[in-house]
């Protein structure tokens, strides 16, 4: 069946440090990625995604790529900032699945 | 902004009671799920609605029941509530094939 296998945490960077958070994945079909984050106390907001192999998804610094041959979809950050202390959750969604299948969730904790 | 509305935020409550959480949306979209987020497993899916009294199970669906009488309102209901389901439940709707969450609604079963 479907899974992914994110990187367990919590991960604790000092500002300005670069940023990686493993993510590999089991799937049938050709499934979309998708990179969402938490921040305390709110729901989940997408951080980026991409639907083929090879796609570079995008957005505010973060950047993961569609690998098929290792089945990975890794995020990735230059120089992170306490504001981006939150939880990350790698997630796919399936060939003409409905839902979303998720990671277990990584935090992120930045310290000035 | 989906759109997306669950009530009650917060809610604390015994063994063996009745529970309904609701999740209400403004922007008509078909797809509907309720999912569960506990440490250690990420978000599971619950149940998920395709439609107006159109609804199937998903990953974690024992002790659980939904209902959708109208295209806005997905109602999650735990008849028997258990120290188990103790958890935060989010709604979600699908839009252009990504999902969009609402706040939340914690529960706690004592």
């Known amino acids: 069946g479907d899974s992914v296998t994110q990187m367990e945490g919590p991960v604790t960077l000092s500002e300005e440090a670069f940023l990686t958070i493993n993510c590999t994945y089991t799937a049938t079909g050709y499934p979309s990625l998708f990179w969402y984050v938490q921040y305390p106390g709110e729901g989940l907001q997408l951080l980026l995604k991409?639907?083929?192999?090879?796609d570079k998804g995008s957005n505010k610094g973060f950047e993961a790529t569609y690998r098929k041959e290792t089945t990975s979809f890794h995020l990735e950050k230059g120089s992170v900032q306490v504001s981006d202390s939150a939880v990350y959750f790698c997630a796919l969604s399936d060939t003409g699945a409905n839902n979303l299948f998720f990671g277990t969730g990584t935090r992120l904790t930045v310290i000035p | 902004d989906a759109g997306i509305t669950q009530s009650p935020r917060h809610k604390v409550t015994e063994t063996g009671t009745p529970v309904t959480l609701r999740c209400h949306q403004t922007?008509?979209?078909?797809?509907m799920y309720w999912y569960r987020q506990d440490p250690g497993h990420g978000l599971r899916l619950i149940h998920y609605?395709?439609?107006?009294?159109?609804?199937d199970k998903g990953e974690v669906s024992d002790g659980y029941s939904v209902s959708r009488s109208k295209t806005e309102d997905f109602l999650l209901t735990l008849e028997s509530a258990t120290s188990s389901q103790t958890s935060v439940y989010f709604c979600?709707?699908?839009?252009?094939?990504?999902?969009?969450f609402g706040e939340g609604s914690r529960l706690t079963v004592l």
């Open positions: 991409a639907t083929k192999a090879d």
């Open positions: 609605s395709y439609g107006v009294k159109d609804t």
């Open positions: 922007e008509n979209h078909r797809y």
């Open positions: 979600a709707i699908s839009q252009a094939g990504e999902l969009f």
